[in-house]
């Protein structure tokens, strides 16, 4: 008779346990380190941003918000963050037709706090387009002693120099505005890009023989880095940037604008705001000397 050869199945299953038990830790152990990350990342955060959370959470100013009193929003503490780091330049904002019509003699500050010191107003867009609200928004400022500077719309798709001609005959600028201005944002539909750069610099050219000064290019940073930062190298740029975690100025942006969520009393809704990259002093050479 065969003898039965004993199946040898302890070792197996202390090893299946022992694996177990070590995937167990594991996991564990990368649960804490997950979470201990995050939290170390909020409070680095947290810190980081402890000017504008405060004045966010109330503590930093008992006023409130005069767009809505009863919101406040995440996008307060960058503006509040932005502008406490840059107080030695000048903060601005930007308006057109969408921000309806603006009580200027109430504009006077960002989120309560910073001073407005200049606008920047859109006048025309395409070949025919005059902004509604152009004429009181650039008498408004004028009359409060908030320096202006008037912008077109550029439309791709549409004849350069009519463009340029419907800026010339809405906007007058007088001693003391900010040079004029051409907003790109925009890939055409119907053109190559090398004719869309032959356009823009139609409307540059013919804008800068009409006033006797160099205009002024806005558009986003990646349209900038992609399209227009080498060949318009000869001009100055107003950059868009709303990424909330960036919080250097470049040396090639002349104006940053931050973020087009921020409050001011006596525009309803939302408006842009945007920093000279410069001093008010500075900013003062920049406008039309005669």
């Known amino acids: 008779m065969r003898k039965a050869v004993p199946r040898k199945t302890t070792a197996r299953r202390k090893t299946t346990r022992a694996s177990k038990k070590a995937s167990f830790w594991s996991y564990n152990k990368f649960r804490f380190l997950a979470v201990l990350g995050g939290f170390l990342f909020l409070f680095t955060a947290a810190y980081h941003y402890r000017n504008g959370l405060a004045y966010y959470l109330g503590f930093k100013s008992n006023k409130i918000n005069p767009v809505n009193p009863k919101e406040k929003r995440l996008s307060d503490v960058r503006n509040f963050q932005l502008l406490s780091k840059y107080q030695d330049k000048v903060a601005g904002i930007d308006v057109s037709q969408y921000q309806g019509n603006v009580k200027w003699e109430k504009v006077r500050f960002v989120e309560n706090t910073f001073r407005i010191q200049f606008a920047f107003i859109r006048a025309t867009a395409g070949k025919d387009k005059i902004d509604t609200e152009f004429d009181n928004n650039w008498i408004g400022t004028k009359q409060n002693n908030i320096i202006r500077g008037a912008y077109h719309y550029y439309r791709p798709n549409e004849n350069s120099l ?36 032959i356009g ?91």
Request: hydrophobic share 35%; net charge negative; proline share 4%.
């Open 162 to 197: 009519e463009q340029a001609e419907n800026f010339i005959q809405t906007v007058q600028l007088q001693k003391g505005d900010l040079p004029p201005i051409l907003d790109i944002e925009k890939l055409p539909k119907k053109q190559s890009l090398d004719s869309l750069k």
């Open 200 to 290: 823009l610099r139609r409307w540059l050219e013919k804008v800068h023989k009409h006033y006797k000064v160099k205009p002024i290019i806005y558009t986003g940073e990646k349209y900038y880095n992609d399209f227009l930062k080498e060949e318009f190298s000869d001009y100055s740029f107003w950059i868009a940037n709303y990424n909330f975690f960036v919080e250097e100025m470049q040396d090639d942006w002349l104006f940053w604008q931050f973020t087009e969520k921020a409050a001011v009393e006596g525009i309803e809704g939302n408006v842009d705001v945007n920093i000279y990259n410069g001093t008010p002093k500075m900013l003062g050479y920049l406008t039309m000397s005669n």
